[in-house]
Nanobody, 114 residues
C-alpha cells in the first residue's frame, strides 16, 4: 500500500531554513508527480509545491523564491528546501503522490517563531 513518511520539521526562527524529507513506498515513484502540501491551524490544507516526472515544478505564490522541491527517484524520496522562513509558514507539512490523492502521511510540524 501507499506509504508516505515525512520528516525534518522543527522549530526555527524567522529567516531560518529547514529541509523536509518524504520517503515514499508502495507505488512506482518514478512515474508519479509528487507534491508538498501544508495545513496551518484552522485553515484548509493547501498546495505548496509540485514536481512532475519531468522535473517541472510549480509553487504557491506565497513560497516562490523561498522553497525548492526536489526528488530522488533512485531512493523514492522527495524533498522541500525551505529558506527565509516566516511565521506564516507555520503548519504541518505533508507530501503526496498526485496519483493517490486520498493517501497522506502523518506530516511533519514546522513552527517558525522567535
Amino acid at each position: 500500500q501507499v506509504q508516505l513518511v515525512e520528516s525534518g520539521g522543527g522549530l526555527v526562527q524567522p529567516g531560518g531554513s529547514l529541509r523536509l524529507s518524504c520517503a515514499a513506498s508502495g507505488f512506482i515513484f518514478v512515474l508519479n508527480t509528487m507534491a508538498w502540501y501544508r495545513q496551518a491551524p484552522d485553515k484548509e490544507r493547501e498546495l505548496v509545491a509540485v514536481m512532475d516526472t519531468d522535473y517541472n515544478t510549480q509553487y504557491a505564490d506565497s513560497v516562490k523564491g523561498r522553497f525548492t522541491i526536489s526528488r530522488d527517484n533512485d531512493n523514492n524520496m522527495v524533498y522541500l528546501q525551505m529558506t527565509s522562513l516566516k511565521p506564516e509558514d507555520t503548519a504541518v507539512y505533508y507530501c503526496r503522490s498526485e496519483s493517490y490523492p486520498d493517501q497522506w502521511g502523518r506530516g511533519t510540524q514546522v513552527t517558525v517563531s522567535s
